[in-house]
């Protein structure tokens, strides 16, 4: 089995994917998928990332996970990470021997993409957001708009060929609200969700309407602006963790898909895979 990892700045996001001609774990941990959509998603983890937590801590984290789902770390085979936060690369590599016995593939610079890039510095952008991109026109063709809603809310603009064209990123709702509170002495920290109504007639309600409706106005205005300077409509499709809260008062995002970006994971091991082998228990 294949497992990939998205890390990201705020959460790690696990998927388990059964390769072909495999059998299935357990009845109890399939995911329900449109046939011939892609391989089977065998079992999903959504983590927080831990910058300081050692090989062991993560190693008996996720042994815990895969036991708690009637699955064992011997079943994986082949292991890919797209990490944007450097100083766990090294702790993950070392748990995926340790605990994993796998030789994991890191998407970096070199990686086989099949994507044309038209930055400036392709070796610039992040892993995820190139597991995105890849993804969506695998999933959707071109030209479409990927909007990944994490630490950080990124575009990613793909051409009608299939070429990484750019894109934007902003704060996260999540982070624009903790900047607020914490420069405002006199606001406390509220729930982020959508309010009843725009006209809020209390503290709280004004900042509900502010965060929720203000973060709408971001987002279909940079996708207003995208739009135009393609001169066509793309598909767009969004993913993370807000995506589906953000979706309901979007003129635009329509699609959702939270496993975007380790389904790209799981496109871009098939273009790169070779045969990785097990090391040796410790």
């Known amino acids: 089995m294949l497992l990939a990892l998205d890390v990201g700045n705020t959460n790690t996001v696990l998927g388990l994917y059964r390769l072909d001609g495999e059998t299935p774990v357990s009845p109890t941990t399939d995911v ?10 065998a079992a ?13 801590e993560y190693g008996v984290f996720f042994v815990n996970l895969f036991e708690m789902h009637g699955m064992a ?9 797209a990490s944007v936060v450097p100083p766990v690369d090294s702790t993950l590599r070392q748990v995926c021997e340790d ?10 610079p070199g990686i086989k993409t099949g994507m044309p890039m038209l930055i400036d510095n392709p070796t610039e952008l992040g892993a995820d957001r190139l597991a995105d991109s890849i993804a969506a026109f695998e999933r959707f063709g071109g ?6 809603f994490g630490t950080a809310t990124k575009f ?6 299939g070429e990484y064209m750019g894109g934007a990123i902003a704060p996260g709702l999540g982070l624009s609200a903790d900047a607020l509170f914490s420069r405002a002495a006199r606001l406390s920290r509220v729930d982020i969700k959508r309010p009843a109504k725009v006209i809020g ?5 004004h900042l509900q309407s502010g965060l929720y409706f203000g973060y709408i106005g971001l987002v279909d205005g940079i996708l207003d602006r995208i739009i135009a300077e393609l001169g066509t409509q793309p598909h767009i499709v969004a993913t993370g963790g807000l995506a589906r809260m953000i979706s309901e008062d979007s003129r635009y995002i329509k699609d959702i898909d939270e496993w975007l970006t380790i389904d790209g994971l799981r496109i871009l091991f098939e273009r790169n895979r070779t045969t ?3 090391t040796r228990a410790h």
């Open 143 to 148: 030209p479409c708009i990927v909007v990944d």
């Open 44 to 56: 999903h983890w959504r983590v927080t990332t831990h910058r300081t937590q050692t090989v062991d």
């Open 32 to 41: 329900n998928r449109t046939p011939g959509e892609r391989p089977e998603l």
């Open 99 to 108: 605990y994993f016995h796998v030789e994991p593939m890191f998407v970096e």
């Open 276 to 278: 990785r082998p097990r």
């Open 156 to 161: 990613e603009v793909i051409s009608a060929k």
């Open 73 to 81: 770390p011997s079943q994986v085979t082949h292991i890919i990470i």
């Open 201 to 205: 007639t209390n503290t709280v309600g």
